[in-house]
């Protein structure tokens, strides 16, 4: 998730010189998959090595694997073909010991985990380190303002959510919202305006793509989406709340 900038990105080749062939090899495969899946190719990023697709979701190769398996297409805001297990029935949200530095960020995950707990869902959210937890998510710091997670894979939410620490000069309640929207990454939502980012971000039109694989309309909630109308539009503003929408109740209802 960005705030409306540019974002500029290079290859694995033009930044780090000990790219190897075989990361090479399997991120490739990855874009090959992503654009069979259905995701236009200039909305597919490599950066540092890893792939992603609407600028702030990292996509594995398990998990670029699995858009491509037939699934049963349901019209269930927009989720991904992958979902998190019911087995996954506590997640824990580890931030490391420099997350934990930036006051503002902080506050704002302890926020974004009450916002989850709140809902009753089939999981609950606890801050690490704690004990008995079937899942586990990495907080981290990145550079900017914004942040960017990935998919479920295999059952498990994303693994890691890179928060910028330029958000520490934002209120508590951006950086709820942020961080509340790259945890919704890691358990399968996808942009609610991600046929048109130019919805929340402005400037020119731009297709994440759909294809009926990973971007499924979630039952009950609009398939168009509207500034401010949902905690997964693609960008934030300085004015956000971090709080719910309505349809992000009913699309965490609807699938949790």
Not at 7 to 22: E, F, I, K, P, R
Not at 169 to 191: A, K, M, P, Q
Request: aromatic fraction near 6%; hydrophobic fraction near 30%.
């Amino acid at each position: 998730m960005f705030k409306k900038a540019a974002v500029l990105v290079a290859s694995c080749g033009a930044l780090l010189s000990g790219c190897g062939t075989d990361l090479e090899s399997e991120n490739q495969e990855i874009v090959s998959n992503l654009i069979e899946a259905g995701f236009p190719a200039d909305d597919i990023m490599e950066a540092d090595g890893q792939v992603y697709v609407g600028r702030d979701a990292h996509v594995t190769l398990e998990a670029s694997r699995e858009m491509l398996q037939t699934g049963k297409e349901t019209q269930e805001q927009y989720r991904t073909t992958n979902l998190v297990s019911s087995t996954k029935t506590k997640i824990c949200i580890n931030p490391t010991s420099t997350f934990n530095s930036y006051t503002r960020l902080s506050q704002g995950l302890d926020l974004a985990i009450q916002n989850y707990n709140q809902r009753g869902l089939s999981f609950t959210m606890a801050r690490g380190p704690t004990t008995g937890c079937s899942a586990n998510i990495t907080a981290t710091v990145t550079s900017g303002a914004g942040g960017s997670a990935g998919f479920p894979s295999g059952g498990n939410p994303y693994g890691t959510i890179n928060i910028g620490t330029s958000l520490n000069t934002y209120s508590v309640d951006v950086n709820e919202h942020v961080i509340t929207h790259e945890l919704g990454h890691c358990i399968g939502f996808r942009h609610s305006d991600y046929y048109n980012r130019a919805i929340s971000c402005g400037g020119a039109a731009s297709n994440e793509g759909t294809a009926g694989v990973g971007a499924i309309l979630i039952t009950g909630t609009p398939s168009t989406a509207t500034v401010g109308g949902s905690i997964m539009n693609s960008c934030f503003r300085s004015t956000e709340t971090g709080e719910w929408t309505s349809s992000d109740i009913t699309a965490l209802n609807a699938i949790y």
